[in-house]
């Protein structure tokens, strides 16, 4: 199979197979014309390994490896729409870049996306597919995602994919006047909640019940 086929998907990796995973997303409430026309138009398939790529657009949650899962495709549509809802964020944080597939998503969206990664070979995979798809506003670093990326900030946005059981007072110190972080928290039970930095402080709202893998602090070279 060429490149151009790899990416344009065939069978059940084709654009009908996105059509159908996008009017889910449409079912379940997801209303954003532009987060709908990016997840339709990118190839989710080709964030996963070849034996799962087959069940790319099904709305679950994926195994990627090193116990981490590419989110359901509804989980990313609804944090990013909750992410760019009336607003044009231009530097977005993201926690937790996994496969890159959110990074992928947000780098359509938005002005600069700085992602992190704990998990080097996650990573590693991840820059590579940011070179096939040529996505060039996007900057991926090892790292911690408790720590944030203080030298690129202040950020319009922060998202993450892990939920910590508290939102880290480091992230919240990264999150510009007027802008908005987006992230699960908890443990056991876990919360999809949406930040916005006022100027004047902070107000925070939740949105719904989630299950994200928990974050974890430190950094990973992905061996045992």
């Known amino acids: 199979m060429n490149r151009s086929t790899d990416i344009a998907g065939i069978g059940m990796t084709s654009q009908r197979t996105r059509e159908r995973l996008v009017a889910r997303l449409v079912e379940q409430g997801i209303t954003n014309i532009a987060v709908l026309d990016t997840m339709r138009n990118m190839p989710r398939h080709l964030f996963l390994d070849e034996a799962m790529a087959h069940r790319a657009y099904e709305d679950t949650a994926l195994p990627i490896g090193y116990q981490q899962t590419l989110s359901q495709p509804y989980i990313v549509a609804r944090m990013t729409e909750l992410l760019v809802e009336g607003r044009s964020p231009g ?68 998202l993450s994919a892990a939920a910590p059981e508290q939102v880290p007072q480091e992230l919240l110190q990264q999150l510009a006047p007027g802008g908005r972080l987006v992230m699960p928290v908890g443990g056991r039970e876990q919360s999809l909640v949406v930040i916005e930095h006022t100027g004047a402080g902070f107000e925070r709202r939740e949105v719904e019940a989630v299950r994200f893998v928990p974050l974890v602090p430190g950094i990973s070279n992905g061996t045992p």
């Not at 977005?92 to 704990?118: H, K, M, P, T």
């Open 91 to 158: 530097r977005v944080l993201e926690i937790g870049s996994g496969s890159g597939y959110q990074s992928a998503i947000l780098a359509r969206l938005v002005d600069e996306v700085y992602a992190l990664e704990r998990i080097k070979p996650l990573l590693m995979a991840a820059r590579k597919r940011m070179r096939q798809l040529k996505i060039r506003n996007v900057q991926m670093r090892h790292g911690d995602g408790y720590e944030g990326w203080a030298s690129q900030g202040p950020f319009d946005g922060i």
